[in-house]
């Protein structure tokens, strides 16, 4: 058996409010009833803007497949979701195909460009440089999203690139509405684009004030960039103009990000993950994700247990969640990297043997032994609140009328990413390098600690949380899902599944619902405001450190009733989503 690291680090450089604003601030068990799902007996597109799932969903109803949906989507959502994910950021493809029944998966995962450098955001006493890992050039990964979708149109596709991209260059050329939330998350950034003329020229309506709600939002160097995808794909954004704009640019403002870089990247299509959970199959992300190996391996621990006797608002329960979560990421931090440069350990983590013993930890932690210290910080004036609130990153899922999945995951990683409009292309640079480890026990943006199996290497690729997942029932396509967070797309991915499957929830109902998150560390058991205080002191007795806080994960799933074969789809009611099946 692998050894555990069950020490936990002692400094929580994370982390913010409030231990028990539960019992400081009580608030009544709030979870309204969910919506009705949205429904269709022909095929079911779920992604975060109205504007994306209707691209799908013209797509479905003109006859074309699951994957051409998706990719009607995805770019459609470069554009009106460009704090997400874009162009320049990279992604995950989980892909079922009906004919013959496979599962892969596309990694499209932004590399360290071949100048990247173990200590790169360090300086000559080797502290790490505030920022350097997530703000500017040096912050980008070479983006992988393109020639993943350029390898799932190879593969799958049915429609010619123009048509599928048609809805996306129109909403950059023509524009769209800003909504109010957008609107926020625009001035947000506002103070970061002010040091990159490309990203003001972009982003600033006069002066260095961003567009906002209610402003029609135009990006022309972005349609053109689009167009000429449209017209020549990877070969043009790897190798073309788009290439020789991206590199030339990279020089001027001191990116390492070559000509070369680009020409090099490539797709790699993977094995997915596999597990067993009461009877259904789950196929999910391998490494460089975590998602997959950790979705499988929290389920596998719980199976043994009968969820269905827990109220799935209870103390108790979330108690179980949340141990098997924490004996997940801790695992996480010391075995996860990218396979082509450590060995992950995976077929340990995923089997049912392991979980057995992490299981019987588990129950002798019923009343935890080891209480954390404690958090003084809560007792302070002005508490950090460097919590990040992860309005970032977007998962879209599809099954069309022939029963093909996608479970797609994509992302520029924090808002804007690296905040850099990379020349006239029109696009962010991602900021994919904060995934790494930049220093062995330092936390990235989401406060994930890592050690050497995900230090930085050149053409390394990042560890990731993201967890595009298929779920079949007896070889027949059931659910696709997964979710934006950071590694709390992990754990409310695992929720909404296993909200389905142990308590029959619809899938708006399991996707709305209140949710919890651990990652080993820091040391806290994160749980939605809308959870009762007095389940939050329920968790406290039981020995945990709780934080109540609005998590923020966004959950887009769709699935297929075994019984009457009818489509259903859900948005998460977090964000601006919406599911919608063809009419
Ligand atoms: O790959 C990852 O795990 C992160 N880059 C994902 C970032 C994310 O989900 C941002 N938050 N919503």
């Given at each position: 058996m692998f050894s555990h690291p069950h020490s936990r680090p002692s400094r929580f450089i994370f982390l913010a409010l409030l231990l028990f604003t539960a019992i400081l601030f009580p608030v009544g068990q709030t979870h309204a009833a969910a919506p009705d799902p949205a429904w269709s007996s022909k095929g079911m597109a779920s992604t975060a803007h109205p504007l994306a799932t209707a691209a799908a969903?013209?797509?479905?109803?003109?006859?074309?497949?699951?994957?051409d949906a998706a990719l009607a989507a995805i770019y459609t959502l470069d554009v009106v979701t460009p704090y997400s994910e874009g162009l320049g950021g990279g992604e995950f493809w989980v892909v079922h195909w009906a004919k013959d029944g496979s599962v892969i998966t596309i990694d499209g995962r932004e590399s360290a460009p071949a100048a990247a450098k173990q200590n790169m955001y360090l300086d000559t006493a080797g502290a790490v440089i505030p920022g350097l890992s997530t703000y500017g050039p040096l912050a980008g990964g070479v983006p992988g999203s393109v020639a993943a979708r350029e390898e799932a149109l190879k593969r799958y596709g049915s429609m010619k690139r123009s048509r599928i991209m048609k809805d996306a260059i129109s909403a950059a050329d023509k524009g769209f509405i800003l909504t109010p939330s957008q609107g926020a998350i625009f001035e947000a950034a506002g103070p970061y684009f002010q040091q990159y003329e490309t990203s003001g020229a972009v982003m600033f309506k006069s002066d260095t004030t961003t567009w906002s709600v209610g402003d029609r939002f135009i990006q022309k160097d972005l349609a053109s960039t689009l167009k000429r995808i449209a017209k020549d794909g990877g070969d043009e954004f790897y190798r073309g103009e788009t290439a020789e704009e991206f590199a030339r640019y990279m020089q001027e403002v001191g990116g390492i990000i070559t000509a070369q870089d680009l020409a090099d990247y490539t797709p790699i299509v993977r094995e997915p993950i596999h597990g067993e959970y009461r009877g259904y199959d789950i196929y999910s992300m391998p490494p460089p994700s975590s998602g997959g190996i950790h979705l499988v391996q929290i389920l596998n621990i719980l199976e043994e247990w009968n969820l269905e006797q827990f109220d799935r608002y209870s103390a108790r329960y979330y108690h179980h969640l949340g141990e098997a979560m924490e004996a997940a990421f801790a695992d996480r931090s010391h075995f996860l990297g990218d396979p082509a440069f450590v060995?992950?350990?995976?077929?340990?983590?995923?089997?049912?043997?392991?979980?057995?013993?992490?299981?019987?930890?588990?129950?002798?932690?019923?009343?935890?032994k080891v209480r954390g210290p404690g958090d003084p910080r809560m007792y302070m004036e002005n508490p950090p609140d460097s919590l990040i609130k992860p309005s970032h990153t977007s998962h879209l899922s599809v099954i069309d009328q022939w029963g093909n999945m996608v479970a797609l995951t994509t992302s520029v990683n924090t808002h804007f990413g690296s905040k850099v409009i990379v020349g006239s292309n029109g696009f962010f640079l991602n900021n994919t390098m904060d995934d790494f480890s930049i220093q062995p026990g330092h936390p990235n943006a989401f406060g994930l600690i890592g050690e050497q199996a995900n230090a930085i290497r050149p053409e390394k690729r990042p560890l990731s949380s993201m967890t595009p997942t298929l779920v079949l029932k007896d070889g027949k396509p059931f659910m696709a899902i997964g979710a934006a967070g950071g590694p709390r797309i992990i754990t409310s991915t695992l929720q909404s599944v296993v909200n389905v499957i142990d308590f029959g929830a619809d899938i708006q109902e399991a996707i709305s619902d209140p949710r919890i998150h651990h990652q080993w560390s820091p040391d806290y058991l994160f749980i939605d405001p809308e959870i009762s205080p007095d389940c939050a002191k329920e968790l406290y007795r039981l020995g945990h450190r709780v934080v109540r806080y609005d998590l923020g994960s966004v959950v887009q799933g769709v699935m297929i009733d075994p019984e009457t074969g009818l489509y259903f789809g859900a948005a998460d009611p977090r964000a601006g989503g919406t599911a919608a099946g063809v009419r």
């Open positions: 969903q013209k797509v479905l109803e003109d006859g074309g497949n699951a994957v060995n992950v350990p995976t077929e340990g983590l995923t089997s049912k043997e392991y979980a057995v013993e992490l299981r019987s930890s588990i129950n002798s932690l019923w009343e935890r």
